[in-house]
Nanobody, 112 residues
Framework: QVQLVESGGGLVQPGGSLRLSCAASGIIFRSSSMGWYRQGPGKERELVAD???????KYADSVKGRFFISRDNAKNTVALQMNSLKPEDTAGYYCNSPPHYWGKGTLVTVSS
């Protein structure tokens, strides 16, 4: 049974930082690409960042230079370091193991 469990969301002021983590089980993690998606209020779910099994990363233009994705194959985790957060980053953030597996999400709220 595949499980993706996100953690690390919360309320942060504009300009602040948060680190999200996703713990994966039931997949061959070291061979899997992993991704972070988000869905803001009234918006469609969008790709934030992903990382291949070789460590190649890709980012949405809106987060380039502020967000950083990383993986730890020994711990079966993928992290998203989010810096210089903006109110428009407010969303539910979801971990993804392509193509079918999703976590339940963690909420990030950026507000003063």
């Amino acid at each position: 049974q595949v499980q993706l469990v996100e953690s690390g969301g919360g309320l942060v002021q504009p300009g602040g930082s948060l680190r999200l983590s996703c713990a994966a089980s039931g997949i061959i993690f070291r061979s899997s690409s992993m991704g972070w998606y988000r869905q803001g209020p009234g918006k469609e779910r969008e790709l934030v960042a992903d990382i291949t099994s070789f460590g190649i990363t890709k980012y949405a233009d809106s987060v380039k230079g502020r967000f950083f994705i990383s993986r730890d194959n020994a711990k079966n985790t993928v992290a998203l370091q989010m810096n210089s957060l903006k109110p428009e980053d407010t969303a539910g953030y979801y971990c993804n193991s392509p193509p079918h597996y999703w976590g339940k999400g963690t909420l990030v709220t950026v507000s003063s």
